[in-house]
């Protein structure tokens, strides 16, 4: 297992821009696929962002490409995820996740997680 602490959200105006950074502990970090996902209240938790292990390969849905950048440092056991563009619709709490597996797009995927952090925007 990894342990994952999120930082970085808060309140942003929409048009807005905010980073996230998920520092990870434990087990070697270069050997996890990196991941972001976020919940609005009463909705599912989704797939927002993933990096693979050397961050050579990153993988987006439609609905946040182009305006979220996820990278990674492996030297410092860091991973970002750099929010440009913000909706509100993007409005939720963001969680970073760690896998061991090849697949990284759904929650079933990722072993460890972040406590989350909150971000919020205004219209």
């Known amino acids: 297992q990894v342990q994952l602490v999120e930082s970085g959200g808060g309140l942003v105006q929409a048009g807005g821009s905010l980073s996230l950074s998920c520092a990870a502990s434990g087990r070697t970090f270069s050997s996890y696929a990196m991941g972001w996902f976020r919940q609005a209240p009463g909705k599912e938790r989704e797939f927002v962002a993933a990096i693979n292990r050397s961050g050579g390969g990153t993988y987006y849905p439609d609905s946040v490409k182009g305006r979220f950048t996820i990278s990674r440092d492996n030297a410092k056991s860091t991973v970002w995820l750099q929010m440009n563009s913000l909706k509100p619709e993007d409005t939720a709490v963001y969680y970073c996740?760690?896998?061991?597996?090849?697949?990284?797009?759904?929650?079933?995927?990722?072993?460890?997680w972040g406590q989350g952090t909150q971000v919020t925007v205004s219209s």
């Open positions: 996740a760690a896998t061991a597996s090849v697949s990284f797009t759904r929650t079933t995927d990722y072993g460890s």
